[in-house]
């Protein structure tokens, strides 16, 4: 596996992210384009959490209390993270083990009974 210089500019949790997936599997130039955002993603909700604090309220323009403005933008970030991911198509851990855990099995049976009810190959 040959190694990819990771990108200027990444946070820790950034570089912690890219080290482990570049470390383990080998990926395509645009594959590495989405690890890179992925990287530059969680370095994102990183900054936010550590801003946040722990608060979920803050203070509105009229001294009211409103969810704080960082909960919609953490929850923004967490759902392109996870389809950052998603885009990679990794295996399971598990299933890179060679073992196939439950829900695994599971989707494969679904995946093979949906393909003989409606006359695909399984």
Known sequence: MSKVSEPIGLGAT????????????EFRPDELTVVERAARTADRLAAMEETLGGAITATGSMG????????PEI???????ASLMKQLNLPDDEAAAGESSRSTQ???????????AHGASA
């Open 14 to 25: 950034g570089k912690d992210l890219w080290k482990r997936l570049t470390g383990k599997y």
């Open 64 to 71: 009211q209390t409103v969810v704080h403005p960082l909960i």
């Open 75 to 81: 929850r923004s970030h967490t759902q392109l993270l």
């Open 106 to 116: 599971a989707r494969k049976a679904a995946q093979s009974r949906w393909a003989v």
